[in-house]
């Protein structure tokens, strides 16, 4: 085929079609930036982010949540008289209320944390379910929305009026029940997600009973992930109960265990953004 023209190589591409480096210095002197390198990152963290999370190691994650639980709960039940987390406490709870109403208002507030960590069950499970499970802006989104009605429900008790176990359900008392019982379904929904069923967040007598009766209970600690996790699970939370009724017996009270669950939510969103991703088959 003829050639119509020549062109000189001084104004010819470098031959693998990138630009010319002499293009890039011109660019970078005239405060420019490379079109090429914006792109390439934006695509990279759109990528990293739309990515499935690895669930390898996923339990970690899952066992630091137990520290948060037990930290809100422990103070929740001390200064409150109900549990935030763990609704078989509340549902006897909620059972003696039933039987004896006036009695005691704790029945009210466990009624109120069962409903709201139903609703947050409801959820977070259909969100996770509608937009992808794994997806790693999911995850984060999810736990930032948690950390979200932390601080709202941290905010109210802070600045709030003064409460307690005696007195009326105010709704200083009804609303950060609310949005701690709902967020902390979010923990529980993860463990789902991410397939360690028992992990999540809120129970231990189940992880008891499994631990006790695993027939490889004394095997070495590298032979038996499971056993692993489930003795983790109790003195985590157990860890995170002691600091909660350091805060109980403190003149800061509930909002400091809700401050420090804040800072505690903050790792864990952190860790979700840099954890590894799903191997793409």
Request: proline share 4%.
């Amino acid at each position: 085929m003829a050639n119509y023209g020549t062109v000189s190589q001084q104004d010819t591409p470098s031959q693998n079609g990138n630009a010319r480096p002499e293009d890039e210095e011109t660019a970078a002197l005239l405060g420019g930036k490379p079109q090429s390198t914006s792109n390439s990152i934006g695509k990279r963290f759109r990528r990293h982010m739309s990515g499935n999370v690895s669930n390898a190691w996923g339990d970690l994650a899952l066992l630091f949540c137990y520290i948060i639980t037990g930290l809100l709960d422990s103070c929740s039940v001390f200064i409150w008289g109900s549990f935030l987390s763990m609704q078989t406490g509340n549902t006897i709870y909620l059972g003696l209320g039933v039987v004896a109403p006036y009695e005691s208002n704790r029945w009210l507030r466990s009624g109120i944390s069962i409903i709201c960590f139903c609703l947050g069950s409801f959820f977070f499970a259909r969100y996770h379910r509608y937009f992808g499970g794994r997806k790693r802006w999911v995850l984060v989104s999810s736990y930032v929305l948690q950390l979200s009605l932390i601080i709202a429900a941290a905010l109210m008790v802070t600045l709030g009026p003064k409460t307690g176990t005696s007195g009326p359900v105010s709704v200083w008392i009804a609303v950060p029940i609310a949005m701690i019982a709902f967020q902390s379904a979010g923990q529980a929904v993860t463990s789902r997600v991410l397939s360690f069923n028992s992990m999540t967040g809120v129970v231990l007598t189940s992880i008891y009973c499994d631990l006790f009766s695993d027939a490889n209970l004394f095997s070495p600690p590298k032979a038996n992930a499971e056993r692993n996790r489930r003795a983790a699970a109790p003195i985590l939370l157990l860890i995170g109960a002691c600091f909660g009724g350091l805060w109980a017996h403190s003149e800061t009270g509930l909002a400091g265990a809700l401050w420090t669950a804040v800072v505690l939510k903050v790792f864990v969103i952190i860790a979700w953004c840099c954890w590894s991703a799903e191997k793409e088959t």
